[in-house]
């Protein structure tokens, strides 16, 4: 489905990562995979990972620094001539800020949880659009999670960070639409990640999940690599700016 296509991915932390389950889909279907890291830790974890997949392009980004970003686009220059998917699974807030109210919110740990979780999209969507250049155009991807439309427990800021990451997909179909690049962003339910390790009472969510979705299950970072593969691929042509849930149902349930 996607031979010949090259696609970067943001966010891989290890082998549980979303981003991960995406990498997986997008290669066994035969996308050329470069990646992004921050740090030395993430490194160690993400480049034996690329390697499994025959990608040797991983790249170092700091998704709140703008010239980490034009870094990124400009190596990727050096290896690819055109860009078809972009895949962002990038979040962030600080371990304070999930827990407890969201009244007690600060204002650094407001503005650093929209600029890592939403901005960034908006900056990286920026560098990659005049790579974007071929004639089919391309696909770009982002995660969110039912916290940006409903009140999770301990979610806190990141709910309102992903309810802005929403509206920017939507602003941002409608600016790239023209260019035949289409944006769309993938609503997952609650998955055992590192980044979700750091909300408070993670497995009460889980559990509660488990038991009211219509389909009985919490879902694997498989089920959203082949959701996200359905949005990269020719079957997605039409769709642009929407927010499909992968949750086993559970956003349809009222009570």
Known sequence: MLRGKKAIIFGVANERSIAWGIAQALHREGAELAFTFVGDA?????????????????????????????????????????????????AFAKKEELKGS?????????????????????????????????????????????????????????????????????????????????VNIISPGPIKTLAASGISDFKVIGHHVESKAPLGRIVSIEEVGNTALFLCSSLASGVTGEVLHVDGGYNIIGM
Not at 142 to 162: D, L, R
Request: hydrophobic share 45%; net charge neutral.
């Open 42 to 90: 993430i490194e160690k974890r993400v480049r034996p990972l690329a390697e499994s997949l025959g990608s040797k392009i991983v790249i170092p980004c700091d998704v709140s620094s703008d010239q980490q970003i034009a870094s990124v686009f400009h190596q990727l220059g050096n290896h690819w001539d055109s860009l078809d998917i972009v895949a962002h699974s990038v």
């Open 102 to 182: 969201f009244m007690e919110t600060s204002r650094e740990g407001f503005r650093l949880a929209l600029d890592i979780s939403a901005y960034s999209l908006v900056a990286i969507a920026r560098e990659a659009v005049p790579m974007m250049k071929s004639g089919s155009g391309g696909s770009i991807i982002t995660m969110s999670y039912f916290g940006a439309e409903k009140v999770i427990p301990h979610y806190n800021v990141m709910g309102v960070a992903k309810a802005a990451l929403e509206a920017s997909v939507r602003a941002l179909a409608v600016d790239l639409g023209p260019k035949k690049i289409r």
